[in-house]
C-alpha cells in the first residue's frame, strides 16, 4: 500500500486505531512540511489545525486567512 501512497501527489495520513499517526506520504509532507517523523504518535487535527485553525502548511503566515466570497 506504501508503493501505492507514494505515487500519488495527495496527501495520505494512516493513523491506528486510536486516532494517531503511524505513516504519512510523501505528498503529505509536501504540502505541510511535516516529515513522518515529526508527526508519528500525534493526532492529525493537534498540528493541521494549528493554534488559530489556519492553513496546515508550516510556512503558511498565521495572518493569511481564506475569506469569505464578496457579495454580489
Given at each position: 500500500m506504501s508503493l501505492v501512497a507514494n505515487e500519488t501527489d495527495n496527501a495520505?495520513?494512516?493513523t491506528d486505531k486510536?486516532?494517531?499517526i503511524q505513516?504519512?506520504?510523501q505528498?503529505?509532507?509536501k504540502l505541510t512540511e511535516y516529515s513522518l517523523e515529526e508527526v508519528r504518535g500525534k493526532k492529525p487535527g493537534h498540528?493541521?489545525?494549528g493554534a488559530a485553525h489556519g492553513s496546515?502548511?508550516?510556512g503558511a503566515d498565521p495572518g493569511c486567512r481564506q475569506?469569505?466570497?464578496p457579495d454580489l
Open positions: 495520505i495520513v494512516i486510536d486516532g494517531l505513516y504519512v506520504n505528498g503529505f509532507t498540528f493541521l489545525q496546515p502548511h508550516r475569506s469569505s466570497p
